[in-house]
């Protein structure tokens, strides 16, 4: 079973987008773009809190797990 991390290796800020990509399989890029589309539609404060959120409850990547 896979688990939800924050990454180490692909990371921006703080690794939230990258470990999602990680987790659904898909292009962290891409996940990337998503989050800042929809951080612009729903307005920055509520997808700026939603990300915060994420760094503070996803736990980060195991050093051992890194690639």
């Given at each position: 079973?896979?688990?939800?991390y924050?990454?180490?290796?692909?990371?921006?800020?703080?690794?939230?987008?990258?470990?999602?990509?990680?987790?659904?399989?898909?292009?962290?890029?891409?996940?990337?773009?998503?989050?800042?589309?929809?951080?612009?539609?729903?307005?920055?404060?509520?997808?700026?809190?939603?990300?915060?959120?994420?760094?503070?409850?996803?736990?980060?990547?195991?050093a051992?797990?890194?690639?």
């Open positions: 079973m896979k688990k939800l924050r990454s180490l290796s692909d990371r921006k800020i703080a690794g939230v987008c990258g470990g999602l990509g990680e987790y659904l399989s898909a292009d962290p890029t891409l996940i990337r773009l998503i989050a800042i589309f929809l951080g612009f539609f729903t307005g920055i404060i509520p997808g700026l809190i939603t990300y915060i959120v994420g760094w503070i409850v996803i736990p980060e990547e195991p051992s797990k890194k690639k």
